[in-house]
Structures are given as structure tokens and as C-alpha cells.
């Protein structure tokens, strides 16, 4: 993990720093090292972590028969759509094995949006177009005021996916095609042109989770490590007492969450009237 360290020898990751109010952050400005012989410094720390690669196992089974009308009704191989439906179930526990560890894992801090609108407005709508968007908003300082990036993803449970699809300045994704069947994490569009909004159906119902995805690894909370690609594990075995064959699947590798401060989350609460914030 490559940080930057202050010239107090704390590291960004360790400091906890307010990027607006602590002073420390405005030293420079005070004493510039240009009237003594003080120069203001910074430093890179490099540290590195043991990590164990898992295996993760899957099988699929498929009767003659099946195979045999499969291929003689609609010259389909059932061999192929399994092969491809394995592949596809694999990729969704990815998913799901790392967005539960970022969610867990996200430590920036969290908002909680209230779904009862307070007196001072009129309607739910206006109280939505303007608190929900303030509520991603502070997650998204929280995580610059951490880690000097902003937020450019939002991973959203069912409830709350709904909230952010219906304001004013989301951006439904142009590539959707009504006819075809999205299964798992689903792209829906995005908000404010800043980010991309994600729905996944097996996330937690009511929990928006915002991270940031830089284009360099030194950029990176977190880490997924493969070190054997999901691959067919032997070859097909066939059962002459049953008459089915079943393939084996396996995929090892490792995750490794780097920091949690790129990450936090905006809870929807019904009962809750408006929104709150940490203190």
C-alpha cells in the first residue's frame, strides 16, 4: 500500500485528517519555508501484506437425455449453456464477495436518509430532490476529506436504488435494452454526471454504498487478487449408474481491503423524518 506521509510522520490513512479545519493542513501558508531554514516536507510510505489465495468450487450436472434432445430439437449443447451459466453464477459471487467487504469494510462515515419528509417541506418530492443529494454529497466529502479523492461510484440496495432513480438529475443508462434479462449488478445510469449508479438486487436493502475508483493502483482501497482464473477443473465425468455428466469448476484467489476510508454509505431509514449525520 503506497501513502503519503505528513511531515508529523502520520500517514493520510492514519491521521484521520479534516481537510478543511485542521490548521496543520495550512502550515504552509503561515510559514512557508521560504524565511527559515524549515522546509515543509512530504514522504511516501510503502507497506505490504500476506495474503492467502481461496479456492472456490462449482459443478455442473446434465442427464443424456437432456444432452441428447437438447441437440437433436435445437441443436443447443447442453455442455456450453452450462459452461457459460457457471462462468456467469461465479462472476455474481465475485460481486457479491467483494461489494459485502467494502460495505463492511467502508469506514468514511455514513449518513442516514430519512424516508418521512419534515414539516418545512410541502411534498416528498421536494424534499427528496434536495436532501438525497445532499446526503450522497456529505458521504462524498467524507471521503475526500480522508483520502483527497471524491467518490465516483454508488452500489445501491432495491429501496434506496428507487430514491436515486427517481431525481431530477439522474441520468438513465443509454445502453439499457428493455428486451434483454439483466441478472445481478445492473448499471442503471447516472446522477449528476459525477457518478455511476449500480443496482444490485442481493445487496443490503436499505444501504448506498459510494467509493471511488482511481485509474492507477496507488489509487486502489481495495484489492482482488487471482491467482488461477476460473477454469474447468478435470475433464467431464461421466456416472454410467445415473447416465449424467458433471464438470468441475475452480477459482482461487485472494481480496485485501487496503482502506476503508474510500469508501462510505448513506442508510435508508422509513421511519426516520429527515436526514442525520455523524457528529
Known sequence: FLDIKRESDDTLEGSNVNAYDDASWRS??????????????????????????????????????????????QALSASAILAEAASAEAARELDQVILSALLHGASAGEVVYGGVMPSSYQNYSDYARFELPKALNKV???????????????????????????????????????????????????????????????????????????????NAGYFYLPYIPFQQAGPPLFDPDTEKTTVGYIHRYATYLVSGKYYGTVRYNATQTGVSYPS
Open 28 to 73: 504552509w501558508i503561515n510559514d512557508p519555508g521560504e524565511t527559515s531554514n524549515i522546509v515543509r516536507q512530504v514522504s511516501l510510505t510503502l507497506t505490504s501484506a500476506d495474503v492467502t489465495a481461496t479456492a472456490h468450487k462449482l459443478k455442473t450436472v446434465v442427464s443424456v437425455e437432456m444432452e441428447q434432445d437438447l441437440a437433436a430439437y
Open 140 to 218: 462524498d466529502q467524507y471521503v475526500f476529506a480522508n483520502r483527497f479523492v471524491g467518490t465516483n461510484w454508488i452500489v445501491a440496495g432495491p429501496n434506496i436504488a428507487t430514491e436515486i432513480a427517481s431525481l431530477s438529475h439522474f441520468m438513465p443508462n443509454g445502453d439499457f435494452d428493455p428486451d434483454a434479462a439483466d441478472v445481478g449488478v445492473m448499471l442503471m445510469g447516472t446522477v449528476a454526471g459525477k457518478w455511476r449508479v449500480y443496482r444490485n438486487p442481493w445487496f443490503a436493502t436499505n444501504k448506498a454504498l459510494l467509493g471511488f475508483r482511481g485509474n492507477t493502483w496507488t
